[in-house]
C-alpha cells in the first residue's frame, strides 16, 4: 500500500489549498481515506474521511463548510480542499487509509501573508 500527496503549499490568508493523496497497492474503492492535520506543537486531528467507493464523506464538526472531499476513482486519488485559510490551518496534512496502518508523507500547508 502507497499513499503519496501532493507538495508543500504556501497560502495567503483567506485563500484556498487542494492537498492530494494517490494511492496504489490495495482496491481504492474498498477503504475509507481519512484526512488528519498536526498543527505545530499540537497532536494529530481528525479533519474527516471519504468512502472512494461513493463519495460519501464525513466531516468534523469544527470543518464543516470549509472543507470538501472528492475522490477520482480513474486515478486513485482523493483531494481534501480547505477554504478560508487561516495561520491557524498551518500544520501538516495527512491521508490515511481506514484503520489508519498507512499513511501518507505529509502535506506542509503553510498560511502567512
Known amino acids: 500500500v502507497l499513499l503519496v500527496q501532493s507538495g508543500a503549499e504556501l497560502r495567503n490568508p483567506g485563500a484556498s489549498v487542494k492537498v492530494s493523496c494517490k494511492a496504489s497497492?490495495?482496491?481504492?474503492?474498498?477503504?475509507?481515506i481519512d484526512w488528519v492535520r498536526q498543527v505545530p506543537g499540537q497532536g494529530l486531528e481528525w479533519m474527516g474521511r471519504?468512502?472512494?467507493?461513493?463519495?460519501?464523506?464525513e466531516t468534523a464538526q469544527k470543518f464543516q463548510r470549509r472543507v470538501t472531499f472528492t475522490a477520482d476513482t480513474s486515478t486513485s486519488t482523493t483531494y481534501a480542499e480547505l477554504n478560508s485559510l487561516r495561520s491557524e490551518d498551518t500544520a501538516v496534512y495527512y491521508c490515511?487509509?481506514?484503520?489508519?496502518?498507512?499513511w501518507g508523507q505529509g502535506t506542509l500547508v503553510t498560511v502567512s501573508s
Open positions: 497497492g490495495y482496491t481504492f474503492t474498498d477503504w475509507y
Open positions: 490515511a487509509r481506514e484503520g489508519w496502518y498507512d
Open positions: 471519504i468512502d472512494p467507493g461513493d463519495g460519501d464523506t
